[in-house]
């Protein structure tokens, strides 16, 4: 959807650190063709053939409030999200014993483990990939860490510390090997907030070490805003 507006978004991106130069410009250039209209008498002529006029101007306006409602709010809008880490989930407490012995009346643990063997009771969750995020330009805005938890064996979280991004419409995260394509990455989801610390939690069918990157990519422009690379930590 829109995905030909990914080219002017990209333009938008490299003129953003002229933003406020370009929007003086822009302001000064439109009321100067207001004023050379008016003096020109173009308002009589669009009022004399005012059918002909809504007739070319209604579609075009309502074509430029749609794709305007639809790509411009979200630039401006902002939400936190913060949830509790695995590795905080996966510490003991001061003085808690890491497993209890089991009682002889004890029923066994789900899963058929005791006490008295190695069981997933007693894994500690684990760093095993780190990187930062970055934005792909100045406006395409990105910070902030990427971790990759394995929260037992063979499962991992990616998990958003510190995280802050621009917003943009239809934003979704993947794990990739490739920043610029995502035809061949894994989509977990879409981007729950724009700040904060979240997790995506990892299907048990992807081996999540063996993609490089981590990266918040718009879906409908196919546009990149924020990449972590995830080395091994």
Not at 92 to 112: C, F, K, N
Not at 113 to 137: K, N, Q
């Amino acid at each position: 959807m829109f995905t030909f507006l990914g080219e002017f978004e990209e333009l938008a991106g490299e003129l953003y650190p002229y933003r406020w130069p370009i929007s003086i410009a822009v302001v000064l250039a439109a009321c100067a063709l207001v004023a050379i209209a008016w003096r020109m008498g173009w308002h009589r002529a669009l009022w004399a053939h005012r059918t002909v006029t809504v007739v070319v101007a209604a579609p075009v306006l309502a074509m430029a409030i749609v794709i305007g409602a639809y790509t411009l709010p979200p630039l401006w809008e902002r939400s936190r999200l913060d949830e509790a880490s695995p590795l905080v989930a996966s510490t003991p407490a001061v003085g808690e014993p890491q497993s209890a012995a089991p009682t002889a009346d004890a029923p066994p643990v789900e899963g058929g483990a005791t006490g008295g063997g190695a069981s997933g009771a007693s894994f500690m969750a684990r760093i095993t990939h780190r990187g930062m995020f970055e934005g792909s330009d100045d406006f395409h805005f990105g910070r902030g860490d990427a971790l990759l938890i394995e929260t037992s064996p063979g499962m991992y979280t990616l998990r958003f510390e510190n995280f802050s991004v621009r917003n943009g419409p239809d934003l979704f995260v993947y794990l990739t090997n490739d920043p610029d394509d995502v035809s061949g990455a894994v989509n977990l989801g879409d981007l729950k907030a724009t700040d904060g610390n979240f997790n995506y939690d990892i299907p048990a069918d992807v081996n999540a070490a063996s993609y490089r990157y981590a990266i918040v990519w718009c879906r409908d422009f196919a546009v990149l805003f924020a990449t972590a690379p995830l080395d091994m930590a």
